[in-house]
T-cell receptor, first 117, second 114 residues
Framework: AQKITQTQPGMFVQEKEAVTLDCTYD???????LFWYKQPSSGEMIFLIY??????QNATEGRYSLNFQKARKSANLVISASQLGDSAMYFC??????????????FGTGTSLTVIP | DGGITQSPKYLFRKEGQNVTLSCEQN?????MYWYRQDPGQGLRLIYY???????QKGDIAEGYSVSREKKESFPLTVTSAQKNPTAFYLC?????????????FGSGTRLTVV
C-alpha cells in the first residue's frame, strides 16, 4: 500500500486565489510527522511546512497552512493568495516513528501547481 | 551560507560506465541521504548514512554504492549494474536526532545514459 497518496497530478489556480493540494497517508505508527515540499523547475526541494502527529493545532507558515484531519489520515496543504512564483511541483511526505536520522521519509508522487495571471 | 552542493548539475554516461555524483554539505549535519526521482513518481531512497564510516541501504540500492569517509561528503556511484540509471538524483541532509525539521536538499544532478 502507498504510504503517501496525492491524487491531483495537476492543479490550476488564479493568481491571488487560495488553493488546496490533497494528501492522504497510511501508517499504523502513532508517532509520525507530515511535511510539504515545493520543487520549482530548478529541481531543489524546498521545505514548506510540518505537522506532528501529536500537534493539536494545524500548522501555519505564512501563506501556507496544513489542514490536518487525523481520523481521515489527511494532511492537505492550503496556499492562500497564490502568486506566480508558487507555480511548482508540491510533494507531501511522511516520517514514521519518533524523530531520528534513521527514519525514512516517504514521498507522494507530487502535484504540479500552475498559477494563472 | 550553509547548504548542500551537488555536482555536476548535468551528467551524461555511456552504457557500461560507472559515474560518481558528488554531494557536499557545510551544515554540520550528521545524516545524509540519496534519493532518486523519476518523472511522475515521488522520491525513492537509495542509501543513507547516519554517521561517518557507516551507511545503510534504502529501498532501491541495487546498482549503486556510496562512501562516507568525511562528515561533509557523501558521494554516490552509479555502477554499470544499475539497469536504468537515467533519473534526477537528490542529496539531502538532516540534523540529528532533532525535532521536527525536515531534510535540507541539494539542487540535484540529472543523469542521462547515452
Amino acid at each position: 500500500a502507498q504510504k503517501i497518496t496525492q491524487t491531483q497530478p495537476g492543479m490550476f489556480v488564479q493568481e491571488k486565489e487560495a488553493v488546496t493540494l490533497d494528501c492522504t497517508y497510511d501508517t499504523s505508527d502513532p508517532s509520525y510527522g507530515l511535511f510539504w515540499y515545493k520543487q520549482p523547475s530548478s529541481g531543489e526541494m524546498i521545505f514548506l511546512i510540518y505537522q506532528g502527529s501529536y500537534d493539536q493545532q494545524n500548522a501555519t507558515e505564512g501563506r501556507y497552512s496544513l489542514n490536518f484531519q487525523k481520523a481521515r489520515k489527511s494532511a492537505n496543504l492550503v496556499i492562500s493568495a497564490s502568486q506566480l512564483g508558487d507555480s511548482a511541483m508540491y510533494f507531501c511526505a511522511m516520517r514514521e516513528g519518533r524523530t531520528g536520522t534513521g527514519n525514512q521519509f516517504y514521498f507522494g508522487t507530487g502535484t504540479s501547481l500552475t498559477v494563472i495571471p | 551560507d550553509g547548504g548542500i552542493t551537488q555536482s555536476p548539475k548535468y551528467l551524461f554516461r555511456k552504457e557500461g560506465q560507472n559515474v560518481t555524483l558528488s554531494c557536499e554539505q557545510n551544515l554540520n549535519h550528521d545524516a545524509m541521504y540519496w534519493y532518486r526521482q523519476d518523472p511522475g513518481q515521488g522520491l525513492r531512497l537509495i542509501y543513507y548514512s547516519q554517521i561517518v564510516n557507516d551507511f545503510q541501504k534504502g529501498d532501491i540500492a541495487e546498482g549503486y554504492s556510496v562512501s562516507r569517509e568525511k562528515k561533509e561528503s557523501f558521494p554516490l556511484t552509479v555502477t554499470s549494474a544499475q539497469k536504468n540509471p537515467t533519473a534526477f538524483y537528490l542529496c539531502a541532509s538532516k540534523d540529528a536526532p532533532g525535532p521536527y525539521y525536515g531534510y535540507t536538499f541539494g539542487s540535484g544532478t540529472r543523469l542521462t545514459v547515452v
